[in-house]
């Protein structure tokens, strides 16, 4: 581009220089704004959100799957190495949880014989959505990553995102073929759980490092370090009994949990729909009513 | 009177190199690459590209070309809206207003002064985020995420050199 020279420019610069700077102010209270706007919570940033996501997510697709593999084959490579230390190690796990097997199973029986006994409503049906995690958008102050499932698929908001080895995190935006799921050490991360076999009622709670807190325990709660977390259930969002992780830290200042996933293998997400029973969703009221009150209405 | 039609969206598209060059390498740092604990401090792509192109190519990266690429990283990034959009333009108004003085300088100065640029917008994004979400937030991974940006710089403005010298002729 040509600067313009002669007298002319000694008028136009200035004011040129003032535009500018009037732009520059203009744009800078429009962040103040839109940081407005996004504490608000609008329907609108959440609908360009989600529209973003679903637009990136294609191309993170198209990326991620190859990547993924490529990073299969190195780890596996460097699994070769010691695959008979391993083995050995396999084998005696499985002797251990062959054993852990016979417990769960008796128990099992022994459950349904009670809850027959106790005439207790059966948990409702869980239904699994499973997604590839195509998107980690990273950075030292969010924690969520983006799956390659969405709306189409009977995604919704509020799902437990769940790996093999225990709770992610949940589903917090939802796209037509996209969305986002908050892993729960997520500073806006807050899911109520169970403690210890006392079962202790807490709420797991994030805070961006990698060992979430557990707040709003009862004072009388009596708590250990290798206690298990699992989901409560309670809120009827997520199903109850999910593993979360094992408390590490049981002071007075902080109780904190390792969760049981791993997070830099991530690579498939089960996002499971609970369906509460119909029985206690009062929204038209139909399931509790009788038939013959709805006839005379 | 076509050639020209074709010479100008040549030149637009040109032009836009130095964004959609930003866009791909924010959308590459998305990738999950399961490398323990790397997407916490992937390095930041947007405050570099601000930086580099503010200094080598201040018409290609005007404000409202700042403020959009904040607004796509904040929709993309899931955090409090408006924080990288501020910050972004801080950096764009710092280092824009010194522009004349840095364009002449070698890759070693301007990775130099990258440093404390990149620590001032590192924590102006960390007293934002702390100040929207309402609560503390430990800095730590900020701080490493910060020492993340500084070191991949050299690297990504490498590219940006190679980009600028391929299109930006």
Redo the contacts between chains.
């Keep these: 581009?040509k600067k313009p020279t002669g007298p002319v420019s000694h008028i136009t610069t200035p004011i040129k220089a003032w535009a500018?700077r009037f732009?520059?102010l203009f744009?800078?209270v429009?962040?103040?704004?839109?940081?407005?706007?996004?504490?608000a919570d609008t329907v609108l940033?959440e609908r360009?959100?989600t529209a973003?996501?679903d637009a990136?997510a294609p191309?993170?697709e198209l990326?991620?799957r190859p990547?993924?593999s490529l990073?299969a084959v190195i780890?596996s490579v460097g699994e070769l190495a010691d695959l008979r230390a391993q083995n050995a190690a396999l084998g005696r796990e499985n002797e251990r949880l062959r054993n852990w097997q016979v417990v769960a199973q008796r128990l099992e029986a022994e459950n349904e014989a009670l809850r027959q006994t106790t005439k207790m409503v059966p948990d409702s049906g869980l239904r699994f959505v499973t997604a590839r995690?195509?998107?980690?958008?990273?950075?030292?102050?969010?924690?969520?990553?983006?799956v390659n499932a969405g709306s189409r698929d009977g995604v919704e908001k509020g799902q437990a995102a769940i790996t093999s080895e225990g709770l992610a995190g949940r589903v917090?935006?939802v796209g037509v073929r996209s969305a986002?799921v908050?892993l729960l050490t997520d500073?806006?991360s807050r899911i109520p759980v169970l403690v210890g076999s006392g079962r202790e009622r807490a709420i797991l709670a994030g805070?961006?490092?990698k060992q979430p807190r557990l707040r709003y325990l009862l004072p009388s709660a009596v708590i250990q370090p290798g206690d298990h977390v699992v989901t409560s259930g309670h809120g009827g969002v997520f199903p109850p009994g999910l593993p979360v992780g094992v408390v590490t830290e049981a002071s007075e200042s902080a109780m904190r949990v390792q969760p049981f996933v791993d997070?830099?293998?991530?690579?498939i997400l089960r996002l499971a729909d609970y369906e509460l029973p119909r029985t206690l969703l009062p929204a038209d009221g139909s399931a509790l009513r009788e038939p013959q009150e709805r006839a005379g209405m | 009177m076509n050639q020209s039609v074709w010479t100008r969206l040549d030149s637009i598209a040109r032009s836009l190199s130095p964004f959609t060059l930003t866009l791909l390498l924010v959308?590459?740092?998305?990738?999950?690459?399961?490398?323990?604990?790397?997407?916490?401090?992937?390095p930041?792509m947007g405050l570099i590209a601000v930086y580099y192109w503010v200094i080598h190519r201040p018409?290609l990266m005007p404000?409202?070309v700042?403020?959009l690429l904040?607004?796509?990283l904040?929709?993309?990034?899931?955090?409090?809206?408006?924080?990288n959009?501020?910050v972004l333009?801080?950096v764009?108004?710092a280092v824009g207003a010194q522009q004349r003085f840095f364009a002449s300088g070698a890759l070693m100065l301007l990775w130099l002064v990258f440093v404390p640029v990149a620590a001032g917008a590192f924590f102006l994004?960390?007293l934002?985020?702390v100040i929207?979400?309402g609560?503390?937030?430990?800095p730590g991974?900020?701080f490493?995420?910060y020492l993340a940006t500084v070191a991949f710089y050299p690297c990504i403005a490498w590219l940006f050199a190679q980009a600028q010298r391929a299109f930006l002729k």
């Design positions: 581009m500018h732009a520059f744009l800078v429009a962040a103040f704004g839109l940081m407005l706007l996004g504490k940033v360009a959100r973003i996501t990136v191309v993170l990326v991620a990547v993924a990073s780890e995690v195509i998107g980690d958008p990273g950075g030292a102050f969010a924690r969520s990553v983006l917090a935006q986002r908050l500073i806006n805070d961006n490092t997070w830099a293998h991530m690579e | 959308m590459a740092g998305m990738v999950p690459l399961r490398i323990p604990d790397f997407a916490q401090i992937v930041s018409d404000a409202w700042v403020f904040g607004l796509l904040d929709l993309i990034g899931g955090g409090p809206l408006g924080i959009v501020l333009l801080v764009h108004g994004t960390w934002f985020n929207l979400i609560g503390m937030i430990d991974a900020a490493f995420q």
